[in-house]
């Protein structure tokens, strides 16, 4: 079975703060995905990733930055935690092959900004 | 551009009843994916099915059935008997873009909120 674990499933943090969450998968998938979720808004793409080192600005990159460094690992930087960035955050992997599309998901981190 | 239209916001059901959320989709592309995802209260988005364009077979797994008809650019989602367990959100999702490096992008709609009550 596909695992992607996130390393936090509730955060709170200050406005300024600089925030780090962190994404893990086990099952060597090349591309990697951080989406965020907001009511009414479904989830939207914020950035992602097709192999090590490499980054793609999604949907709604602003606010927002990423590092890869392992084939594992994508993690989502906040520079400084505004409060609209209070929301769910959710990552996710997937094969790059045909026929490979299926995205798996973590279980998300509620970020809380005050 | 791709659109997904879950127009469903909210659907309240008892239990053992059945229960069609629907799923409405735009794309200009004629290869392209479905996905149906199912978020239970845990927060998880549980991947249930994937469709490509080029199969219309209905599909059924237990007590879920998807109808896929591209005349209408609908891929609806039928629980039979519906359980108290099958109470969350659900998302249908469209990939038809081809990400940089391979991949697809998902186009998610703003999900139904199915709740089953005893």
């Known amino acids: 079975d596909v695992k992607v674990t996130q390393s936090s499933r509730y955060l709170v943090k200050r406005t300024g703060e600089k925030v780090f969450l962190e994404c893990v998968q086990d099952m060597d998938h090349e591309n990697m995905f951080w989406y965020r979720q907001d009511p009414g808004l479904g989830l939207r793409l914020i950035y992602f990733s097709y192999d090590v080192k490499m980054k793609e600005k999604g949907d709604i990159p602003e606010g927002y930055s990423v590092s890869r460094e392992k084939k594992e690992r994508f993690s989502l930087i906040l520079e400084s935690a505004s409060t609209n960035q209070t929301s769910m955050y959710l990552c996710?992997?997937?094969?790059?092959?045909?026929?490979?599309?299926?995205?798996?998901f973590g279980p998300g981190t509620r970020l809380l900004v005050l | 551009a791709q659109k997904v239209t879950q127009a469903q916001t909210e659907i309240s059901v008892v239990e053992k009843e059945d229960v069609t959320l629907d799923c409405v989709y735009e794309?200009?592309?004629?290869?392209?994916?479905l996905f149906w995802y199912k978020q239970p209260p845990s927060g998880e988005l549980v991947f249930l099915i994937r469709r490509n364009s080029f199969d219309e077979q209905n599909e059924i797994s237990g007590r879920y059935s998807w109808n896929f008809q591209k005349s209408t650019s609908s891929f609806n989602f039928t629980i039979t008997a519906s359980q108290v367990v099958d109470s969350a959100v659900y998302f249908c999702a469209l990939s038809d873009d081809i990400l940089t490096g391979g991949g697809n992008k998902l186009t998610f709609g703003t999900g139904t909120q199915l709740k089953v009550e005893l």
């Open positions: 996710a992997s997937s094969s790059r092959g045909v026929g490979q599309e299926t995205q798996y």
């Open positions: 794309t200009r592309d004629t290869t392209y994916y």
